[in-house]
C-alpha cells in the first residue's frame, strides 16, 4: 500500500493539533452561548455595563403608578356613599330598593378601581418582561424599581379589595 499521496492530508491533520500563536490549545469544552451555563474552565461572559437607570423603564412604572393613584383617588372619593349604601341596606330584604341602590353603588366602586386593577396588570407584565430579558442576558437590572412600586400598588388593590368585600358582607343575600 503506498502512504504517499496520503502524506500531504496527513501534514495537514497534524498542523491542525499544534498549538496557536501563543503556545495553548483552545478549550474543547462548551462555550456558555452553546447552552449548559458558565463553563468552569472558561472565564463567564460579562455584560456591557449599562446606565443605572433606564429612563423609558422608569417613565413607564411612573405612569402606571400615577395611574394607581388616580384609581385609589377615585375609590376612596366614591366609598363613603357605597358604605353609606350598604349599612342602609343591611336591613333592607333583597331586591329592595336600598338594597338595588348599594349593589349599583358597590359596583361602581368596583368600575372606578379599574384604573388600579389595571395599573397592577401593567406591572405584572413589566415584571414579567424585565425578568426574562435579565434570564436572557438582554438586560441587566430593573427589576427591583418594578417590583418596589408593583408591591405599593398590590397594596393598594389589596385593600380595596377587602373595603369591597366588607360592604358586600354587609348586604342580605337570598
Known sequence: MNLRPLLPSLALLLAGC????GGSYPSLAKR???????????PAPTLPSAPMSDPALDSEV??????????????DKAYPDAERRARTASTSAVS???????QTAISGLES?????????????TLYSQKVNAIADGQSAEGQDTIEM??????????????RLDKLKALLPTM
Open 112 to 124: 372606578v378601581r379599574n384604573d388600579s386593577v389595571s395599573a397592577l396588570a401593567g406591572l405584572d
Open 32 to 42: 456558555p452561548i452553546e447552552g449548559g451555563g458558565p463553563v468552569t474552565n472558561a
Open 149 to 162: 412600586v408593583r408591591r405599593d400598588v398590590l397594596a393598594i388593590v389589596d385593600s380595596q379589595n377587602d
Open 18 to 21: 499544534t498549538p496557536a500563536p
Open 62 to 75: 411612573s405612569k402606571l403608578e400615577m395611574q394607581a393613584q388616580a384609581g385609589s383617588a377615585a375609590f
Open 96 to 102: 329592595s330598593e336600598a338594597w338595588v341602590a348599594a
